[in-house]
């Protein structure tokens, strides 16, 4: 258990609203990940964050925006959310201890855009 | 590009049996890492077994093991004495560069059933 909490764990938001997702961390890791999970795809790399204020994209960012303003905290944004946004999403960690890589995953959010 | 597939998009098995969930990766790293991941229904995304890719003993943990062949590039996993429990999304993964992001690329997964 890396200590990783979502909120919310379950969404439905309508098209066009904006939506911010929450990932928390109780360890002070460095590295933080978002990913969405689609039937057929995956898990697919949104933004990720290597310390506060250090983010970076991942091969699915159009639509998404980032902020890491306290190491515990990375949250996820949807400016103006889209049917196509329909999804998963999972918040990772990389442990600062222990094998290069290896990451652990929070509970995951439903996000449902009507 | 560096990718993961994973060319068993279902499977399933009886109880009490053995099950080999396969994996390929391209990758131009000569030192890494190679992970399965379990996702039963409660989504939860679970670590199941590494592999350094510098050590030529195979990983196991408990009942699951892989057969790793790096020139190949292949990273399949076995699950022994398969239980009810065991059914899950099984996804592999790895890093594509190594140092840097530390991101992780996983292929689309493998949907495990395990028949009574």
């Known amino acids: 258990d890396a200590g990783i909490t979502q909120s919310p764990r379950h969404k439905v938001t309508e098209t066009g609203t904006p939506v911010t997702l929450r990932c928390h961390q109780t360890?002070?890791?460095?590295?933080m990940y978002w990913y969405r999970q689609d039937p057929g795809h995956g898990l697919r790399l949104i933004h990720y964050s290597y310390g506060v204020k250090d983010t970076d994209k991942g091969e699915v960012s159009d639509g998404y925006s980032v902020s890491r303003s306290k190491t515990e905290d990375f949250l996820l944004t949807l400016e103006s959310a889209t049917s196509s946004q329909t999804s998963v999403y999972f918040c990772a960690i990389r442990k600062s201890t222990g094998p290069t890589y290896e990451q652990y995953f929070g509970p995951g959010t439903r996000l449902t855009v009507t | 590009a560096q990718t993961v597939t994973q060319s068993q998009p279902e499977m399933s098995v009886q109880e009490a049996e053995t099950v080999t969930l396969s994996c390929t990766y391209d990758t131009s790293e000569n030192n890494y890492y190679l992970f399965w991941y379990k996702q039963p229904p409660s989504r939860q995304m679970i670590l199941v077994i590494r592999?350094?890719?510098?050590?030529?003993q195979n990983a196991t943990e408990n009942r699951f093991s892989v057969n790793f062949q790096k020139a190949a590039k292949s990273f399949s996993l076995k699950i022994s004495d398969s239980q009810l429990g065991d059914t899950a999304m099984y996804f592999c993964a790895f890093p594509p560069a190594q140092g840097g992001s530390e991101k992780l690329v996983f292929g689309k997964g493998t949907k495990l059933t395990v028949n009574p």
């Open positions: 360890e002070n890791h460095r590295y």
């Open positions: 592999q350094e890719a510098y050590k030529q």
